[in-house]
């Protein structure tokens, strides 16, 4: 047998609701499997990562080896120690060793990094980004996570964490912010923010059991729906134009739950990105296309980072 073709490679995306895991091969994905998180908290701390790694071993066929683990896991984590600190959304693997113990449960090589970088790493390597000299990923969820790559490595601050760029304040927003300051972008422009405020426009109609072809209906029906949704993108272009302005990436990723609807508020976003020509940014935006998958099959490829 060819061993290029026997050796294989797994990527777990950690997040508060599912741990999703992807065995991959040199063709792509061989198997997967999303379990609750909420299992997990179920067990004692010290059989967690035992649980983990069953799970993975679980996923290899027959015949085939395992040869590295990468995890991208929700909210901070500590990429040298190996240890998330994640205590709101993510407490049953936080604060231990999780990397350390599965490398003595499986004997490979095992790396950790945040969600958002793992996502970043899935789409410049399998999905929308590949060949991207300078890619931007703007994930639009509960928060707002921002992950950018420089020839496929990430950026880092320089004591190696990843910039929490959803806390850029924007101008004229007075919101005040859980990490402490006022303003924040993710306060305006989180999937979050258009959900309450759809819920509230069109009361009774639950936002996450809808649709693109829904709310387009809605906007075609009703003005209000049109200028919440023109406005939901004016606000997302005014913290992203910085980001432009300061990388000037070559391709933007939208991606989460909100990004769906980016045809309705495409309009709203290019305004708010529009400059004159001599100060004009790279505006090529384009919808990611692994979606959820993007965390766990870019995590397959964190151990090949260091
Ligand atoms: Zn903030």
């Known amino acids: 047998m060819n061993p290029s073709t026997s050796t294989v490679t797994a990527g777990i995306d950690l997040g508060g609701t599912g741990t999703r895991i992807i065995i991959r091969g040199e063709e792509g994905t061989i198997s997967t499997r999303t379990v609750p998180t909420v299992l997990?908290?179920?067990?004692?701390?010290?059989?967690?990562?035992?649980?983990?790694a069953s799970h993975v071993l679980e996923l290899v066929p027959p015949g085939m080896t395992l040869v590295s683990l990468g995890?991208?896991?929700?909210?901070?984590?500590?990429?040298?120690?190996?240890?998330?600190?994640?205590?709101?959304?993510?407490?049953?693997?936080?604060?231990?060793p999780l990397v350390e113990a599965l490398r003595n449960h499986l004997q490979v090589k095992v790396s950790i990094d945040n969600d958002a970088v793992a996502a970043v790493l899935g789409e410049y390597h399998f999905g929308a980004g590949i060949n991207s000299k300078r890619l931007l990923m703007v994930t639009l969820g509960t928060g707002i996570g921002v992950a950018l790559l420089e020839n496929g490595r990430p950026?880092?601050?320089?004591?190696?964490?990843?910039?929490?760029?959803g806390h850029i304040?924007?101008?004229?927003?007075?919101?005040?912010?859980?990490?402490?300051?006022?303003?924040?972008?993710?306060t305006l422009a989180s999937r979050s923010w258009l959900q309450?405020?759809?819920?509230?426009?069109?009361?009774?109609?639950a936002f996450e059991k809808q649709d693109l072809n829904f709310y387009r209906e809605m906007a075609a029906q009703r003005d209000e729906v049109a200028a919440l949704f023109h406005r939901y993108g004016n606000y997302l272009g005014r913290g992203l134009v910085t980001l432009l302005t300061l990388y000037g990436p070559?391709?933007?990723?939208?991606?989460?739950?909100?990004?769906?609807?980016?045809?309705?508020?495409?309009?709203?976003?290019e305004q708010a990105l529009t400059r004159s020509e001599a100060y004009a940014v790279n505006t090529l935006i384009v919808p990611s296309e692994l979606g959820d998958v993007a965390g766990a099959l870019g995590a397959?490829?964190?151990p090949s980072l260091n």
């Open 40 to 52: 997990f908290s179920n067990i004692e701390q010290s059989q967690r990562a035992g649980a983990l």
């Open 155 to 165: 950026f880092r601050t320089s004591n190696g964490a990843h910039p929490e760029a």
């Open 169 to 186: 304040p924007i101008s004229g927003n007075p919101a005040p912010c859980y990490c402490g300051l006022h303003g924040c972008w993710e």
């Open 250 to 269: 070559d391709l933007t990723i939208l991606s989460g739950s909100a990004a769906h609807y980016y045809p309705l508020f495409k309009t709203g976003l």
């Open 71 to 96: 995890i991208g896991a929700s909210g901070p984590v500590d990429t040298d120690a190996g240890v998330i600190t994640n205590k709101d959304t993510l407490e049953c693997f936080s604060f231990f």
């Open 196 to 205: 309450q405020n759809l819920e509230s426009l069109l009361p009774g109609i």
């Open 300 to 302: 397959t490829v964190i």
